[in-house]
């Protein structure tokens, strides 16, 4: 772990020259890069109204299982009364067969009732279970998306600020930068960003793999 985070503290020495590699790319290609990352921000945003909603969609479900549940519970309490009502009419069957009957087949109603709601109570617990599990996903994209998104900002930072930045500050993005790749825990994305290391900040062809790789993060809230 300190070993990797030494490495990376050497990109410090070369930050500069990344920069002045990203700040080569032509100005047509850093207005598409921000007209893209805006996009990209405004997929965030739906996708986290669709989050809420997803999360509106399982308190529903829950609430109506809850609902079920009192239902339930009622059908089974006019089982165990019917069933009494079974037990008394038994004593005189010749004479209240008629009675019996009607019991009986009101029992039968009641146990259709109960296996009616044990079938909704379980549709009810499989909506809950795949609403949860979406917004879950959602969530897990979204930030995703959110990270690679600052990661850009943070390459776009450097590259229209080079002249104007101090070591300091560089250096404070940069930290700032390899602890987001950090917190992606992307396999991709940490060979991109070693590969960039190695090539000591120098390396056009490093840096747009990079950048061309957040997208890709980004663009997985197109598949929703």
Known sequence: MISRIFSRFLLLASLFLLVACAATVPQEEHDQVLADLAESEAQISELRGEVSAAEGATDE???EIENLRGELDAANGQI???QGE???LQESVTALEGDLEAANSE???SLAEVDSLAAEVDIANATADDAEQ???EIESKVERAVLASDLLAGLLILGQSVDSISD???????LDFASKVEDLDDEGLNERFDA???SEGTGEAETFELIFYLFDIIGELKTE
């Open 61 to 63: 479900a829950n609430a």
């Open 80 to 82: 165990a009364d019917l």
């Open 86 to 88: 079974i037990a008394s």
């Open 107 to 109: 029992l039968s109603d």
């Open 134 to 136: 979406q917004r879950l």
């Open 168 to 174: 300091a500050e560089a250096g404070a993005i940069f």
């Open 196 to 198: 960039l290391i190695l």
